[in-house]
C-alpha cells in the first residue's frame, strides 16, 4: 500500500513553513506522493451555507465550504512547481485539477514543464468541479453545463501535445492548427489520475479510452471502495477493454486524525470518521482499505481543529507504527 499527503493548502489559516515541514516529513518518511488541493474561491455565501450545491454535490453534506471566505490559503497550481523545488523523491501533483478553469493546451505545456522540474516526478489529476459559483469566478460559467466533455477534450489534447512534435485540435473548447508547446514530459507516458465521484461508468470509458494511471475518490468506505472497484471493472469489460482496474492505482481523500480515545465508526455517509480514531482503529480500518483494494490512501488532514504539529506526529505513527501492522495483515 502506497502512502500520499493531500496538503492542507485550502484551510482558514495555513502559512507555508507549515506545508513545507509536511512535505519534507512526507519526503523523509517515503511517501509515494504529495497532492495540493485546487479551490479558485470561497464565495460569501459559503459562510451562510447559502452555495448552489452541497459540498461537493455529496448527500449529507451542507451548501458551504469548510473554510471562511475570508481565509488566507494558498492556491495548489502555484505550489506544484514549488513543491517539485523543495523536494526529491516524493511525487506531486494537485487533486484534483479542475480543467474548465484552464486553457487545455497552456495546461498541457505548463505540465510537461513541470515534469521536467521535478525530474519526472508528476502526477496529474484531471476532474470537472463542481461548484457554479466558482466557474463564475473563473469565467468560466458557460461551461458548467458542458464541463464533463471538457475533461474528455483536455484529457485529449493534453496527450496529443505530449506525444506529437507538432499537434493540432478540432473541438468545442480549443480550435488550433499544427503548433508545437515545447519540451515533451520526461515521463513517457506522463501517469494521469481521474476523479470520477458519481458515475462509475464515465469513469471506465475514461480509463478504458486514454489509458489513464488511476482513479482519485473522496471520503470513500471500504465497501465503496469495492463497490468502486467491481463497477469500474465491469465497465471495462463491457467495452471490450484489454485494462483492468487491477492495473489501476486506486485512491482516495480521507480525513485523517490518530486519537487517544475511541471514535465513532459507524456509518454515516461521507462524514463518517473514516480514518479517525485511534492507533487501533486506523490499523483495523486501512486493513480493510487493503482487502477493499485501495492502493494508496491519500491522508488529508481536517480543514479546522488539528494542528500541524499534530498531523506531523500522525504521519510518523502511521509510517513507522499502523503501516508495518497493515502489510503483515
Known amino acids: 500500500m502506497k502512502l500520499a499527503l493531500y496538503l492542507p493548502n485550502f484551510r482558514t489559516k495555513v502559512t507555508l513553513k507549515e506545508l513545507e515541514d509536511l512535505t519534507s516529513l512526507a519526503e523523509d518518511l517515503d511517501f509515494d506522493s504529495v497532492w495540493t488541493l485546487d479551490r479558485i474561491v470561497v464565495p460569501e455565501a459559503s459562510d451562510r451555507t447559502e452555495l448552489q450545491y452541497s459540498f461537493g454535490m455529496m448527500a449529507g453534506l451542507p451548501k ?64 470537472s468541479g463542481w461548484m457554479p459559483e466558482e466557474f463564475a469566478a473563473a469565467s468560466a460559467t458557460d461551461i458548467f453545463p458542458r464541463r464533463h466533455k471538457h475533461v474528455r477534450e483536455t484529457i485529449e489534447i493534453m496527450q496529443g501535445i505530449w506525444e506529437n512534435d507538432l499537434f493540432e485540435y478540432h473541438g468545442e473548447f480549443a480550435d488550433f492548427e499544427r503548433c508545437g508547446f515545447g519540451v515533451k ?13 458519481k458515475d462509475p461508468k464515465r469513469s471506465a470509458l475514461r480509463i478504458a479510452k486514454y489509458n489513464l494511471a ?53 456509518d454515516n455517509g461521507k462524514v463518517t470518521n473514516l480514518l479517525v480514531g485511534t ?28 494542528p500541524v504539529a499534530k498531523t506531523l506526529d500522525d504521519l510518523k505513527r502511521l509510517k513507522e507504527e499502523i503501516l508495518p501492522e497493515v502489510e503483515a495483515s
Open 64 to 127: 458551504a465550504l469548510p473554510v471562511a471566505s475570508r481565509g488566507e490559503w494558498f492556491q495548489g497550481m502555484p505550489l506544484i512547481p514549488w513543491l517539485a523545488a523543495k523536494t526529491t523523491k516524493v511525487r506531486i501533483g494537485m487533486s484534483i485539477t479542475d480543467t474548465p478553469f484552464r486553457a487545455p493546451g497552456v495546461l498541457a505545456a505548463e505540465m510537461a514543464t513541470i515534469d521536467h522540474l521535478s525530474g519526472g516526478r508528476l502526477n496529474v489529476g484531471v476532474g
Open 279 to 306: 492507533a487501533g482503529q486506523l490499523t483495523d480500518r486501512l486493513k480493510a482499505y487493503k482487502e477493499a483494494g485501495l492502493t494508496m490512501p491519500m491522508f488529508w488532514p481536517p480543514f479546522a481543529d488539528v
Open 214 to 266: 488511476g482513479w482519485i475518490g473522496i471520503q470513500d468506505s471500504p465497501d465503496e471502495i469495492r463497490q468502486w472497484r467491481g463497477a469500474i471493472q465491469r465497465e471495462l469489460e463491457e467495452l471490450g477493454s484489454s485494462r483492468s482496474v487491477d492495473d489501476l492505482e486506486i485512491s482516495s481523500m480521507i480525513w485523517t486524525v490518530i486519537t487517544d480515545e475511541k471514535v465513532d465508526q459507524s
Open 185 to 197: 514530459p520526461l515521463q513517457q507516458p506522463l501517469p494521469i489520475f481521474f476523479s470520477g465521484l
